[in-house]
C-alpha cells in the first residue's frame, strides 16, 4: 500500500520565480491538504482540496495555488517566489469523512535564492 | 495571538522519566485535538487523538481541559526511541487545523 509520495525532494529556486509541487495521495485517500514547514516551526495550513476544489484556504496570499486532479492527485504553485518563501512544504491526504486522520508525505525541500 | 502556543524545550530527561508537555489554543469553538509526533527531518505521524474524557495509549495518555483551553500529552516510562518533536494540533473546523511550533523531547541514557 503506497503512501503519500511528493516530488521533487528538493528544489532551489531564484526570487521571482515560479515553482510547481506534486504530490500522490494515499491510495483510497481523496482528500489533500498542503503545509508550509518553516525551520523550528510546525506546519502552517494553506489549503485543502477535495472533489477538485478548494475547500479550505489558511491565511497564505493568492501567489500560493493549487490543483486537484481526478485521480485525487494535487499540485501546489507558488508564484514570484520571495526568500521567506524557503520551506519544508508537506502534503497529507485523508478521507474526507475522517479528514482529522491525515497521512503526510515526506515534503518537498524548497529553497530560494 | 497564535492559535496553538507549545513550550518549545527542550525537555531532557533520563530514560524511565514521566514527563508531561502541555499545549493552549485561542478558539473556544475549536472541536478536535490530537497530537503529533515529527522526528528529525521527517513528516509528522498522528500520535493520538484527545478527547474530552481523556485517552490512554500504552505509556501515552492525553487530556482536554475545554474550561483553560489546554491539552496535554504524559508520557511514562520514557524510552530513548521517544526522543523527536510533540506538535499539538486544534481543530477549529472540520477541514483546517492548526500546529503548534512543536515541543522538543530528548530521552538520555
Known amino acids: 500500500d503506497a503512501g503519500v509520495t511528493q516530488s521533487p525532494t528538493h528544489l532551489i529556486k531564484t526570487r521571482g520565480q515560479q515553482v510547481t509541487l506534486r504530490c500522490s495521495p494515499k491510495?483510497?485517500?481523496?482528500?489533500v491538504s498542503w503545509y508550509q514547514q518553516a525551520l523550528g516551526q510546525g506546519p502552517q495550513f494553506i489549503f485543502q482540496y477535495y472533489e477538485e476544489e478548494e475547500r479550505q484556504r489558511g491565511n497564505f496570499p493568492d501567489r500560493f495555488s493549487g490543483h486537484q486532479f481526478p485521480n485525487y492527485s494535487s499540485e501546489l504553485n507558488v508564484n514570484a517566489l520571495l526568500l521567506g518563501d524557503s520551506a519544508l512544504y508537506l502534503c497529507?491526504?485523508?478521507?474526507?469523512?475522517?479528514?482529522?486522520?491525515?497521512?503526510f508525505g515526506p515534503g518537498t525541500r524548497l529553497t530560494v535564492t | 495571538r497564535k492559535e496553538v502556543e507549545q513550550d518549545p524545550g527542550p525537555f531532557n530527561v533520563p530514560e524511565g522519566a514521566t514527563v508531561a508537555f502541555n499545549c493552549t489554543y485561542s478558539?473556544?469553538?475549536?472541536?478536535?485535538f490530537f497530537w503529533y509526533r515529527q522526528d528529525c527531518r521527517k513528516e509528522p505521524k498522528l500520535l493520538m487523538s484527545?478527547?474530552?474524557s481523556g485517552n490512554e495509549d500504552g505509556r501515552f495518555t492525553a487530556q482536554l481541559n475545554r474550561a483553560s483551553q489546554y491539552i496535554s500529552l504524559l508520557i511514562r516510562d520514557s524510552k530513548l526511541s521517544d526522543s523527536a518533536t510533540y506538535l499539538c494540533?486544534?481543530?477549529?473546523?472540520?477541514?483546517?487545523?492548526?500546529f503548534g511550533s512543536g515541543t522538543k523531547l530528548n530521552v538520555k541514557p
Open positions: 491510495s483510497g485517500h481523496d482528500t
Open positions: 484527545v478527547y474530552s
Open positions: 478558539n473556544s469553538a475549536s472541536q478536535s
Open positions: 497529507a491526504s485523508s478521507l474526507a469523512e475522517l479528514s482529522y486522520e491525515q497521512y
Open positions: 494540533v486544534v481543530n477549529p473546523n472540520f477541514n483546517k487545523f492548526y
